[in-house]
Antibody, heavy 120, light 107 residues
Framework: EVQVVESGGDLVKPGRSLRLSCIGSGVTFGDHYISWFRQAPGKGLEWVGFIRIKAYGATTSYGASVKGRFSISRDDSKGIAYLQMDSLQIEDTGIYYC???????????WGQGTPVTVSS | EIVLTQSPATLSLSPGERATLSCRASQSVSSYLAWYRQKPGQAPRLLIYDASNRATGIPARFSGSGSGADFTLTISSLEPEDSAVYYCQQRGNWPWTFGQGTKVEIK
């Protein structure tokens, strides 16, 4: 069974940093793109960013609202990916989801999410 | 950025009725479209991937069709637990985007 588990969500003040983790199991972690999405309270789903597999250079892309503040990395040997969030803003509040994406299809596996609250 | 427009915004139907949800893309995404169901307080759950393939464990009453820019999710016979928000997502072009959702209410 494929499992995706996020952790690290917390209450933080504006301007501070936070690192979220995403652990995947049940499939070969290194064969999957890892993407992060978020959902603000009462809103829809917003793409945050993703990281490609190592064979494609493990390159990253980010949404416009987080570019330059957030970064994604991966450690395939441990089956874990990270979302480093710096200079957090109130608008970054929401549930953050990790998605393991199978390449060349829209098949994907999602975690249950981890909550991030940015408030003074 | 590809914009996905879902219609209707809200669908109110009785158990046993057929639900038809639409997702239209601002440009072709080939068959790189997925459908998700999200219930309050829960993560999105994959229903359909690659436009027409049911994900593991998804009942046969859910079906997807379409390609290019027009897609449909059909629930052949609604059950009370189908009350949720349904989203389409494209992965044909970066950035990956979601539609705004269709809320399905069971009378």
């Amino acid at each position: 069974e494929v499992q995706v588990v996020e952790s690290g969500g917390d209450l933080v003040k504006p301007g501070r940093s936070l690192r979220l983790s995403c652990i995947g199991s049940g499939v070969t972690f290194g064969d999957h793109y890892i993407s992060w999405f978020r959902q603000a309270p009462g809103k829809g789903l917003e793409w945050v960013g993703f990281i490609r597999i190592k064979a494609y250079g493990a390159t990253t892309s980010y949404g416009a609202s987080v570019k330059g503040r957030f970064s994604i990395s991966r450690d395939d040997s441990k089956g874990i990916a990270y979302l480093q969030m710096d200079s957090l803003q109130i608008e970054d509040t929401g549930i953050y989801y990790c998605m393991m994406a199978v390449i060349n299809t829209t098949l994907a596996y999602w975690g249950q999410g981890t909550p991030v609250t940015v408030s003074s | 950025e590809i914009v996905l427009t879902q219609s209707p915004a809200t669908l109110s139907l009785s158990p046993g009725e057929r639900a038809t949800l639409s997702c239209r893309a601002s440009q072709s995404v080939s068959s790189y479209l997925a459908w998700y169901r999200q219930k309050p307080g829960q993560a999105p759950r994959l229903l359909i991937y690659d436009a027409s393939n049911r994900a593991t464990g998804i009942p046969a009453r859910f079906s997807g069709s379409g390609s290019g820019a027009d897609f449909t999710l059909t629930i052949s016979s609604l059950e009370p637990e189908d009350s949720a928000v349904y989203y389409c997502q494209q992965r044909g072009n970066w950035p990956w985007t979601f539609g705004q959702g269709t809320k399905v209410e069971i009378k």
